[in-house]
T-cell receptor, first 114, second 111 residues
Framework: NAGVMQNPRHLVRRRGQEARLRCSPM?????VYWYRQLPEEGLKFMVY????????ESGMPKERFSAEFPKEGPSILRIQQVVRGDSAAYFC????????????FGPGTRLTVL | SQQGEEDPQALSIQEGENATMNCSYK?????LQWYRQNSGRGLVHLIL?????REKHSGRLRVTLDTSKKSSSLLITASRAADTASYFC???????????FGTGTRLTIIP
């Protein structure tokens, strides 16, 4: 039973490029969450999606960041025109249903912006 | 500001000793969870305690919750070198699925 999958595990981008981070939830899970972790800090919530819907994007920066979770395929976190401050670990988590408080986390994508 | 604050920020103990970490939070919660993160890795779920529970056990782990003081503690008994990791508490509020994480305690077990 595969867990939450994220790819790539490491991503290097130059300033101004785009970064696309993918997350495949656990089998049967239709709720996906994205979190960002800066060095030496805890995780900060970014966005919560259900299939084809954004439920809560209160933690997303207003510009350059977007997320989707299509009917088919993985959830995508997209960062346009990356800046050095975007360098962080981005974690995806999934849960079985809304209100299932236990979230299962993926291994993360470490984004480095040069 | 952080909903959860763990203390201490860092803790080093000898293998075999018990490790206690604390977490404080600011608002009323629905659940509180503890996660472990090994260096450079993802998070592993350890234990969830509901707001109407006071204590929970899982193997060598013991979690307590005091809602009147808005605090929780995680006790790891008979520590092992493999317990070396960062430990985070995370809270959620009723009707909102997002988790709010604390800043973490970095635990080092000295063999």
């Amino acid at each position: 039973n595969a867990g939450v999958m994220q790819n790539p595990r490491h991503l290097v981008r130059r300033r101004g490029q785009e970064a696309r981070l993918r997350c495949s939830p656990m089998k049967g899970h239709s709720h996906v969450y994205w979190y960002r972790q800066l060095p030496e800090e805890g995780l900060k919530f970014m966005v919560y999606l259900q299939k084809e819907n954004i439920i809560d994007e209160s933690g997303m920066p207003k510009e350059r960041f977007s997320a989707e979770f299509p009917k088919e395929g993985p959830s995508i976190l997209r960062i346009q025109q990356v800046v050095r401050g975007d360098s962080a670990a981005y974690f995806c988590a999934s849960s079985l249903f809304r209100g299932a408080n236990e979230q299962f986390f993926g291994p993360g994508t470490r984004l480095t912006v040069l | 500001s952080q909903q959860g604050e763990e203390d201490p920020q860092a803790l080093s103990i000898q293998e075999g000793e018990n490790a206690t970490m604390n977490c404080s939070y600011k608002t009323s919660i629905n659940n509180l969870q503890w996660y472990r993160q090994n260096s450079g890795r993802g998070l592993v779920h350890l234990i969830l305690i509901r707001s109407n529970e006071r204590e929970k056990h899982s193997g060598r782990l013991r979690v307590t919750l005091d809602t009147s003081k808005k605090s929780s503690s995680l006790l790891i008994t008979a520590s092992r070198a493999a317990d070396t990791a960062s430990y985070f508490c995370a809270t959620d509020v009723f009707g909102n699925e997002k988790l709010t994480f604390g800043t973490g305690t970095r635990l080092t077990i000295i063999p």
